[in-house]
Every structure is written in C-alpha cells, then in structure tokens.
C-alpha cells in the first residue's frame, strides 16, 4: 500500500511536484522515508486482521510477512544493480523519464538533480526495473499492481470517510452516503492540477492523525485493561482462524506495497546505497511493533466485537470524535496525492501510446479539459464504488492479494531468477548448496505469492458479498419500519 506520505516525498527519483530532490538522503532520512510510505489506513484494519487470524498467530504471520517484504527488497536491489550494468535498451526509454538530461560525463547537474547520480540511476524506478527485465509485459504488470493499489486504496478513503463521518455526526445528512458525494466536490476541484507538490504539507498531518489514532487505541487499551484481563482474553481468543487466516494474510500483504516499490527511488537517493537494505530493516522492525501494538490492543480492548475500522469501536466522547474528523479531513488531500499516481501513469501512457508526452499533451487547454473530465469521472466511479464495499478490512483483503502480492512477492523474484545465473559448479560446494536454498526460497515466495492472489481474493471477495448481502437483507427487512 503506498500511502500519500511516502509518495510526496520519493517517485520515480523525482518528488510529486516534478521537481528532482536536490538533497541525498541520509540512512535515518530513508526510514523516515520508508516509515511514511508505509504507515497507512492499513493501520485501522489491524485488529481486524489478528481478529481473523488468531491474535498469537496473526503476530507470527505480520512478522513473516515483513521479513518476506525484506527478502523481495533484497531482490529488487540486486536487479537494480545487474540492470545499470547493462546498456540501456532503447525500448526502454521514457521521455517523462528522461526529462533531466545528463551532463557530458553522464551525471545530473546539482541544480537539476542528485549530485553524482547517473540519470539512468535516478530515474530507475520499479516499473523502470520490471520494464528492462520482461519488456511490456512487466512494466504493464507492474502498473497494474500500482493502480489497483492506489485507485483501490482512493475507494478506501472514501469508505473510510463515510463510515466515521456518519457515526460521529449521525444527525449531518439524512442518509450516511451523502458523505462520499460531499468529499468528492473537492477531490474533483484537487484532480485539475498537473502537479500535487503543494499538498506535501498534509503528510505531517496525516502522520500526526495516524499517529493520534495509535496512541488513543493503546493507552485505552493499558487503562481499561489489567494485565489479567489482557491475558484472559487473550486465551479466550482462537490462536488460529484457518476459515479465515487468508483474508488475514490479504490484509498484511496490503501494508507492504509501498516499501517494495519505492526501493528503487529510495536506493538511489541514498547517499550510501549500500546500506539500504540494512536501513529498509529497520524501518521494517519499527512499522512491526507500532502496527502489532495497535492490532493488540484493538483485539483485545474491543474483544468480541472487533469492526473493520478500528476507529467504529470508538465511543462517542469528543476526543475520538477529534481523532476521526482530523484523519479524515486529510484523507482529502491524501486521496488527491494517491490518485495523481493513477492519472499520471495512465496519461503517460496514452500520451506515449500517440507519440507525444503528458506534459506536451496537458500543454493543450482543450486536452486538458478532456483529461480533467476523465479525472473526474473516476472520481466518481470511486464515489459509486465506495458506497458498494460493505467491509473496510474485506476491502483491504481484496486490494492486497489482487494487486499487492503481485508487485511484492512474485516480480522481484521472478526478475532475480530471470537475471542473476546459478552460482557455477566450480564455485565451493557449500556457496553452490546456499545459493540452491536461496533460490529455492525465491521460488516458494512466488508460490506464495500466487496462492496468496487466488485464494486471498477469493475468500476477500467472498467475505464482501456475503456480508452485502445481510446487509442489503437487514436494509429492506428495516425499510417498513422506517416509512411508519
């Protein structure tokens, strides 16, 4: 899940506003980096998550699912390296990529760019890396698993929004839906700009309301809980959910995009990128307890009765009312970040696909109208879609394993394998047995990866229209009720 914190700060070796980053990042300037990527709505769904796997082994399983990202970022790394090695194939070149142009001994100008960085280098991105690697069909791969993250993560947004609105102002609108639609005139107004780099500031508000969310959750849960309690309900609890420990898994791999596909951008701002995988591990441990203390404390403080949103536990005193009403006011600009990647990406390639550019395209008032329309549109069909999911954490599930386990657990090592040779038999017996086991590891997480996108969306999918259903049944059996 690529959140808007992250992606205000590194894509595609340039920042949301186009501009290249003229400061290289330190090894604590790349955590933070990594912990803003990833630390999302996904958080709201983790007590749901241990609900549905079992709170000891949902732990075990978070954990897992981290240390699998770290193996897929190790990958990634070492695809990255192999490919600048190579020449760079002329299919493969992107005018919007290309828009810094290299100095004569091949380095972008300090003004421009990351001093000492080669263009190539700056502008490697994941989509870059899938592209040289497969060609087309992994650079359409790799945009297929971003969209179905961000547009999908959009719908989020608005479910998200609905949901709390309605319960902390029940008595605003006469139908709870009327909050998509009022969210949807701004987010419209936000998709007529070609650059989102002036809503960068509200990353520190949506940290700081996810934040806030985080420590009301655990300090409520430490003062209404004794230690015997904790442990009582905690042995209450199924440590394992088989029925539903997919759609558990659906909704970890979820939280995992956006550290996985912004490595390459992060990797090469680095000012030592040798060092980032150890940095990407201990942005990892660190995203692993502050989400394990959050999904914890929400299973066991709302035992019994654990919702999608951990937020819709809350109760109705004003500092939970506070803490909805400031993270949802930033979704709106949130949305407007995670959604520009969509349009971009799409526009780009339509632009490309007609020989021109976006930017030569937007150029064009006419034009830009009709893409503002589109946009628009899709604001919309998010809005319509939005008002169809009857489960945020279902929902979640179904984003992770349809487009997640796809940029996070099979093209990274897919690519390994494609690219980096067996080590020779001449090499030492024990260099050759690990190099097998290592490989062996690749492809058992692409097994994973692909069980995880079958099984994971079905069961997702199947969770959301049985729950449509009672909830369509409880509407219509409500409705004669309601017109007395």
């Not at 008002?387 to 179904?398: A, Q």
Request: glycine share 8%; proline share 5%.
């Amino acid at each position: 899940r690529l959140s808007g914190q992250g992606r205000d700060t590194v894509r595609g070796g340039r920042t949301m506003g186009g501009a290249a980053p003229t400061q290289e990042l330190s090894r604590w300037g790349a955590v933070i980096t990594l912990i803003k990527c990833n630390w999302g709505i996904g958080m709201m769904a983790m007590p749901y998550m241990l609900y549905c796997s079992g709170p000891i082994s949902g732990v075990f399983m978070f954990i897992a699912s981290m240390m699998l990202t770290q193996f897929s970022i190790v990958n990634l790394v070492d695809v990255k390296a192999v490919l600048l090695s190579r020449p760079q194939p002329s299919t493969t070149i992107d005018p919007e990529r290309t828009a810094l142009l290299p100095t004569s001994d091949g380095t972008i100008n300090e003004t421009e760019g990351l001093p000492g960085k080669s263009a190539r280098e700056k502008n490697m991105d994941f989509t870059a890396c899938m592209s040289e690697t497969f060609g087309w069909v992994g650079e359409w791969a790799a945009v297929f698993s971003i969209v179905v993250s961000t547009y999908g993560s959009c719908v989020a947004y608005l479910l998200f929004i609905r949901d709390n609105m309605s319960k902390f102002f029940p008595h605003a609108f006469e139908e709870r839906d009327a909050w998509v639609w009022v969210s949807c005139v701004p987010l419209c107004a936000l998709a007529w700009p070609d650059s989102v780099g002036f809503l960068a500031p509200f990353s520190l508000l949506g940290l700081a309301a996810a934040f806030a969310f985080a420590v009301v959750v655990v300090y409520n849960a430490v003062d209404e809980m004794s230690p015997d309690q904790f442990m009582h309900n905690l042995n209450d609890s199924p440590a394992f959910r088989p029925a539903t420990f997919p759609l558990a898994l659906s909704i970890a791999a979820f939280c995992n995009e956006g550290i996985v596909v912004l490595t390459p951008t992060t990797h090469a701002a680095m000012k030592r990128p040798e060092t980032y995988t150890w940095t990407a591990f201990w942005g990892i441990c660190y995203f692993i307890v502050c989400y394990m203390a959050v999904g914890l404390a929400g299973v066991m403080l709302y035992h019994g009765d654990v919702k999608g949103e951990m937020s819709l536990n809350f109760g109705s005193q004003t500092i939970y009312a506070v803490a909805a009403v400031l993270y949802c006011i930033q979704l709106v600009p949130t949305y407007a970040v995670v959604y520009y990647v969509t349009y971009e990406a799409i526009e780009g390639k339509w632009a490309r696909w007609m020989g021109s550019t976006r930017e030569k395209k937007l150029s064009h008032l006419g034009v830009k109208a009709l893409y503002f329309t589109n946009r628009c549109i899709w604001v919309v069909i998010s809005g319509l879609l939005a008002l169809e999911v009857p489960h945020f954490g279902d929902f979640l599930g179904l984003i992770g394993a349809l487009g997640t386990s796809l940029a996070v657990y099979i093209l990274p090592q897919v690519a390994y394998l494609k690219l980096i040779p067996p080590t020779p038999s001449t090499e030492s017996q024990q260099s050759v047995a690990l190099n097998r086991v290592y490989r062996g590891a690749c492809y058992f997480l692409i097994l994973f990866g692909l069980a995880l996108a079958i099984g994971g969306t079905y069961q997702s999918a199947a969770e959301m229209f049985s729950k449509k259903s009672t909830t369509t049944t409880t509407t219509t059996t409500r409705k004669p009720h309601t017109s007395l």
